[in-house]
């Protein structure tokens, strides 16, 4: 067992970046708004998120250069460079979301009335000095890949504990969890963020921006063609956990939130279903985990973005390069500027809604189809089809069939939606 938790690392520090706070905000709000009845989307994410990781870790360990690199070969530069603009955006969006998820953990304890001062700038100094704090990190530490690795599994390993714990407290019914596994259609009506709700679920768990970066983490970790079977141990293993602990939240919130007659709007809301537990202390536990989330999701997704960003320009080679830690610097500064931006300008008592993020996360998703479309490209080249060794088995090209469908449709339901 220990020989075994020791060879995951690349799909774990994956499944810790797509599970920030932005992502237990919406798996809260999905199971408090419609019950068990969306587990089915859980389960098609997870199961999309499985094919999508797998896929691209075994094109990490069979390529000889990174996916840019392969790109810019077969197509052209300017290809490679458009791609890693697209990851650059889709980790922005995420960043900003994680960066609201701060925000607003500190509005609980903050009364617009009572220091109305206090209640707007705390958490912008607190956030902003976050942020300086991982930029420092990002320039003055020689080996990222390794720490990160331990502190993911840490972190994770936290919040696998802390939220199974809460949802053997409130006992969410089996019954209805294998009910929600069929598939049904949420009852929107003419509530257009009903099914952004539902879309941002699907946006979070089913992250192709994360699992594109699973290519240049087995790289990091050393893995070739050798080690095809481990990748997909490591994918399997991960994904499973992201999708168990995400399940776990959704239960645990169908459970004490679903019914209500106020749906949860706040992270004060959302932080009663940590009551059966904790008790008067739930909101301080679910701020921690929040931040928990945070540090799990916020370097790491600003590498995803960087990294991907300095590669389309041929200077991605690996996560220490110095074009990868200034991408990496921009996407946390860009992250910052639209969470900021999105939380002063709106109404002092709407800073505690959680709409923001629910949106930032879903809007995430625009971009997918195009990168779906990428890693389809570099599976089935032909030198790919020829090789038995290199070859992709043809599980994983259904599954990225369907992920890129999933995503197209997504991203014009979701553009519809924010547009229109």
């Not at 080249?381 to 090789?387: A, H, L, P, S």
């Not at 259904?398 to 553009?415: E, N, S």
């Amino acid at each position: 067992m220990t020989r075994f938790l020791r060879s995951l690392g690349p799909a774990i520090i994956v499944a810790a970046v797509v599970l920030g706070p932005g992502s237990i905000l919406t798996a809260s709000k999905t199971g408090a708004q419609f019950g068990y009845s969306m587990v089915w989307v859980l389960a098609l994410a997870v199961i999309l998120m499985i094919g999508a990781s797998s896929l691209c870790a075994r094109l990490g360990a069979i390529h000889d250069g990174t996916p840019c690199d392969e790109l810019a070969r077969r197509l052209g530069r300017p290809v490679a460079v458009a791609v890693g603009l697209i990851v650059f955006l889709i980790a922005a969006g995420f960043q900003t979301s994680n960066n609201l998820a701060v925000i607003k953990a500190l509005s609980p304890f903050l009364d617009p009335k009572e220091n109305p001062w206090l209640s707007k700038w705390l958490p912008v100094i607190s956030v902003s000095s976050l942020n300086v704090i991982l930029i420092f990190i990002v320039y003055r530490s020689r080996q990222l890949y390794t720490p990160i690795e331990r502190a993911m599994k840490f972190l994770v390993m936290l919040m696998v504990i802390a939220f199974l714990a809460n949802c053997l407290i409130t006992r969410p019914s089996f019954t209805q969890t294998l009910r929600g596994l069929l598939p049904s259609l949420p009852a929107t009506g003419n509530n257009k963020g009903d099914l952004l709700v539902v879309m941002g679920l699907m946006a979070t768990t089913f992250s192709i921006a994360g699992a594109f970066y699973q290519a240049y983490l087995v790289r990091d970790r050393g893995w070739r063609l050798a080690d095809v079977r481990r990748t997909f141990i490591d994918s399997f293993t991960g994904m499973l956990v992201l999708g168990s602990i995400t399940l776990v939240i959704m239960l645990t919130a169908a459970a004490t939130l679903s019914g209500k007659n106020k749906l949860p709007e706040s992270v004060s809301d959302v932080a009663v279903q940590l009551e059966g537990l904790f008790g008067p202390w739930a909101g301080i536990v679910f701020t921690v985990g929040l931040f928990a989330g945070a540090l799990s999701s916020f370097l790491v997704n600003s590498m995803i973005g960087g990294r991907l960003l300095a590669d389309g320009f041929g200077h991605g080679k690996s996560t220490e390069a110095t074009w990868a830690r200034h991408g990496t610097a921009l996407a946390l500064l860009a992250g910052l500027a639209g969470g900021l931006l999105a939380f002063l300008y709106v109404e002092p008592s709407e800073r505690g809604s959680i709409a923001p993020i629910i949106i930032a996360q879903a809007s995430t998703i625009i971009g997918a189809p195009a990168l779906a479309l990428t890693i389809l490209f570099l599976a089935t080249r032909k030198d790919i089809r020829n090789d038995p060794l290199k070859r992709t088995p043809r599980w994983m090209l259904i599954l990225a069939w369907g992920g890129f469908l999933v995503t197209l449709v997504l991203a014009w339901r979701i553009a519809e939606k924010l547009f229109t």
